[in-house]
């Protein structure tokens, strides 16, 4: 197992009157090497869960075992700071790290907190570049003269130059064109299949989820609700609809065909399928 | 009269590349138009140049048959309002009655009449309940709901949605395209929707396709999807539901396309009962 | 963060809550400019008493009104140290060796004290009671005559409107870049000068670009909803004077005037 939390419980602010619970006795097992949506409503904790990957919150109570890490109450950030490089985490809107002159340095950045020398640092950021899709030409422009795609490139490479072995994705499609979204998960299916690195993807896009994912895990309310396989989840739409998701295309066609008195099995996801089926039902009295 | 008529419009951010390299299109009015295209293919330019936040370096630009410039811009934004992409970003007030008035204010709307339209933009977005709300408790889909009753209050009408959705979450999608739809169905406005989402352009009347700063094509939703490679070539897909038709046409089970879910299944229904 | 009561609005509902801004920020202005009249202990009683009824009106408890002075005692205690090393007049207190505390220093800086917690607990009562965004408007209805020698008050006004609107925001950006960089290994509590000043630019700079981007965005969108500085405006928010604000007026000028003659006939 690559990421586990044993009752993982986070309060904000205990003991004030802003309190808030924000997690409540999260028990998950991640698989290593597997891409896993993690999604729920605005609120429903998914971003507090995340954070805890990295040690930027500690549990309140509970723990965290990542790698051979082992986070819980009061445990302090310097004593665990490389976990920081084995978790990667992409932030959404990430183009908003930037801050270097040139992007070599910006990509360098990172390796040199960890405490790589600057050789070394430049060196791994001209290798990681060309993984997000951009050419050598690049390393000595300013990342804010880029396109806003090609920035969030950049920023991701940021955080891949540290070589993690675990890769948090917050919405990282987030406000790019289908096309350009396309491509981003392409990469990271690519990280995942190439270099097998475990992903996590925080999403609301159920198009991304059905096609790229291998588990989902759902919250809501600080609790986790579904945890289940991509294959298994859209076979229940109720489930969606009880915690606000738009579903997938096809399963919403595959609704109202039903309404309207087709009859198709919930284990159908695939469009050739589907096609299959209405075809022998609109035929059947031919 | 037309809504918007531009005629080879053509601008530069920088004097030395055109963004805008000679467009020209025509809105009709009362209609509903998505303006499409991939990253940077000057879309929401377009939007800037119509509410005259940019200006350009030639061609010309007619809004409800009056011409755009100088001394016109002012006059011309009481009749046309325009929802951007992030829902912070053109929150003003400290409230949502604050921000509804904001409007109201610069166009000089009598105080004691205030209240009455705040109330009555307000009702429209369901919003009516938030009055006092700041917008640090309001989601990003309420704060857009928001931005669309304080245009409301002004009556415009022509609405620009600049992109309005891309940066919430689905049910925040959701309610803002239930507001367009809503608003399209009373034809008293003409809305024009920039946007990537395929689905909403399957419902729109018109829909036109910038590419690299030029109008690459522009028609009816199922005229444009038509041209999958062109649109292909563009970064651009085509919805789900036209995919799946295809596949049915190619089976020899429709024949005729439909670019909707809700045109798919009834056009099933038919065929089911034909049976 | 959440215990300082200075320039905090409380959403009590009190007489004073629901005074004309105006009304209060006139009043604030006299009672300053009373406190500083050198009216001796009898001027400083006056003030006192119309504070303790400005606090029982508004609701809020001695000790809320203390709590607000509590950031400035380490100041206090500094200036007391500095008097009496520096003040070597009046009765000397005590000698020890070669320190020695004499009276007046330990007056002067009683004299001192007294007439900042006066202004701090004066201060606290107008934010805790008024809205930000009430306060502004009354600044810029105050602000209104002075338009015709050049001042742009609706400007000044719109501008501090704006600013308290975005302080979550951005406080809220803050934080979400401090997480960001932090996952990139940015460490501001260890490390080296160097490291650390990288830290720094680390935040500082995407925090600029993107107060820069909302300012453009912000300014786009008020400019496409008619907004322009020249122009005439009318205005939502409209302001009344009650007979609660006109007592409360009449008031501070009576306890101004009252220092002023003790000051003038020399009784202090």
């Known amino acids: ?286 | 009269m037309d809504a918007v008529n531009i005629k080879d419009l053509v601008f530069s951010y920088d004097e030395q590349h055109d963004t805008i390299k000679g467009i020209s299109f025509v809105i009709p009015k009362g209609s509903y138009t998505t303006i499409i295209g991939h990253n940077g293919s000057g879309k929401s330019t377009i939007a800037k140049l119509m509410i005259g936040l940019l200006e350009a370096k030639s061609g010309t630009i007619e809004i409800l048959g009056q011409k755009l410039d100088e001394s016109t811009v002012y006059s011309i934004r009481d009749h046309v309002g325009i929802v951007f992409q992030n829902p912070d970003n053109q929150f003003i007030g400290s409230t949502v009655a604050d921000d509804i008035a904001f409007g109201l204010e610069n166009h000089c709307v009598p105080q004691e009449k205030m209240q009455a339209i705040i109330e009555e933009s307000a009702a429209k977005v369901n919003m009516i309940n938030y009055l006092d709300s700041e917008p640090t408790k309001l989601s990003g889909g309420q704060k857009q709901r928001v931005a669309i009753a304080g245009i409301l209050a002004i009556e415009p009408e022509i609405i620009i949605f600049d992109e309005s959705t891309s940066m919430l979450d689905p049910q925040g999608k959701k309610s803002i395209n239930e507001q367009i739809k809503k608003l399209h169905e009373k034809k008293n406005v003409t809305i024009i929707s920039i946007t990537h989402d395929m689905e909403e352009v399957a419902q729109s009347e018109h829909v036109i396709v910038l590419k690299d700063g030029k109008v690459a094509m522009s028609g009816k939703p199922m005229e444009i999807f038509d041209k999958e490679e062109a649109l292909h070539e563009m970064k651009l897909d085509i919805p789900f539901a036209l995919k799946f038709s295809k596949e049915l046409k190619k089976e020899g089970i429709f024949d005729k396309n439909e670019c909707t879910l809700e045109g798919v299944v009834e056009a099933l229904c038919q065929l089911k009962q034909m049976n | 963060m959440n215990n300082i009561a200075l320039g905090r609005y409380i959403p009590f509902d009190s007489v004073v809550n629901r005074m004309d801004p105006r009304a209060k920020i006139m009043i604030m202005l006299f009672l300053m400019i009373a406190i500083f009249v050198p009216a001796g202990i009898w001027g400083y009683i006056l003030i006192a008493a119309f504070i303790i009824l400005a606090l029982k009106l508004s609701k809020l408890s001695l000790g809320f009104a203390l709590r607000s002075v509590k950031p400035m005692i380490f100041m206090m205690v500094i200036l007391l140290v500095i008097n009496i090393l520096v003040i070597k007049t009046g009765v000397p207190w005590l000698q020890i060796g070669w320190f020695s505390v004499y009276s007046d220093a330990v007056y002067q800086t009683l004299y001192i004290v007294v007439r900042l917690m006066l202004m701090i607990i004066i201060t606290t009562i107008l934010t805790a009671t008024t809205k930000p965004l009430d306060l502004t408007l009354g600044i810029e209805k105050l602000l209104h005559p002075f338009e015709k020698v050049g001042l742009p008050a609706h400007i000044i006004a719109m501008m501090i409107s704006i600013a308290l609107r975005f302080i979550p925001t951005l406080i809220e950006e803050t934080q979400r870049i401090m997480n960001a960089q932090a996952s990139r290994g940015v460490d501001l509590e260890n490390g080296s000068l160097k490291e650390k000043v990288m830290a720094v630019l680390s935040l500082i700079v995407p925090l600029f670009v993107s107060a820069f981007d909302r300012a453009d965005q912000l300014a786009n969108a008020m400019e496409a909803r008619g907004y322009d500085p020249q122009k005439p405006r009318t205005r939502y928010k409209v302001l009344s004077m009650h007979s609660i604000d006109y007592i409360g007026l009449i008031l501070s000028v009576l306890i101004l005037v009252c220092c002023i003659s003790i000051q003038v006939l020399g009784l202090a």
């Open chain 1, 1 to 286: 197992m690559s990421i586990k939390t044993n009752e993982l419980t986070h309060i904000y602010n205990p003991g004030t009157p802003f309190e808030k619970l924000a997690l409540n006795g999260i028990t998950l097992n991640i698989p290593k090497g597997k891409v896993t949506a993690i999604i729920g409503q605005t609120g429903s904790g998914k971003s507090t869960f995340v954070q805890h990957l990295n040690a930027l919150l500690v549990p309140t109570s509970g723990s965290v075992d990542i790698e051979n890490y082992h986070i819980q109450p009061g445990t302090k950030i310097k004593d665990i700071k490389e976990l920081r490089k084995k978790v990667g985490l992409v932030f959404q809107f990430p183009e908003y790290q930037l801050f270097e002159e040139t992007i070599e340095k910006d990509i360098a950045f990172g390796p040199k907190n960890f405490g790589t020398s600057e050789e070394e640092a430049v060196a791994l950021a001209k290798k990681v570049l060309p993984i997000v899709g951009l050419d050598d030409r690049y390393l000595q422009r300013s990342p804010f003269d880029l396109s806003g795609g090609q920035k969030r490139r950049v920023a991701i490479a940021g955080i891949l130059v540290l070589e993690p072995n675990i890769l948090v994705l917050d919405e990282p499609t987030a406000g790019l064109d289908p096309q350009g979204a396309q491509e981003m998960m392409t990469l990271f299916m690519d990280l995942n299949k190439k270099q097998g690195k475990t992903v996590l993807l925080v999403s609301h896009d159920m198009e991304h989820v059905k096609d790229y994912c291998d588990h989902v895990i759902v919250f809501d309310q600080g609790k986790v609700k579904i945890e289940s396989s991509v294959k298994e989840f859209f076979q229940h739409p109720e489930w969606m609809e009880n915690i606000g998701i738009n579903p997938p295309a096809i399963i919403r066609l595959k609704k109202m065909l039903n309404e309207k008195g087709f009859c198709i099995p919930d284990d159908v996801l695939e469009m050739d399928t589907l096609v299959k089926i209405v075809k022998e039902q609109v035929k059947t009295y031919e």
